[in-house]
């Protein structure tokens, strides 16, 4: 939690799922996949993303933006 605040006001926008569920988990899944492709259709100046986690139920995610011809940067870690 040590990076929040920087992460923050450099206007990252943190999607974070609690442990104690799954569907809660897929809410926020769901809701990071429409937002990325949300982010590269409407603003086409973006041409990098970056996903930190270690799930890969985002990989058709990466693949759709990586289509769309935007870089992925994946951040991923046994902590994740």
């Known amino acids: 939690h040590r990076h929040r605040r920087k992460l923050m006001e450099q206007g990252i926008e943190l999607v974070e799922t609690p442990v104690f569920g799954p569907v809660i988990k897929n809410s926020a899944d769901i809701r990071i996949v429409l937002d990325g492709i949300d982010v590269a259709s409407s603003h086409p100046h973006i041409d990098t993303f970056c996903l930190v986690s270690g799930d890969s139920d985002f990989l058709p995610l990466i693949k759709r933006l990586q289509l769309l ?12």
């Not at 011809?69 to 994740?80: C, D, E, H, L, S």
């Open 69 to 80: 011809g935007k870089n992925v940067i994946v951040i991923a870690g046994q902590k994740f």
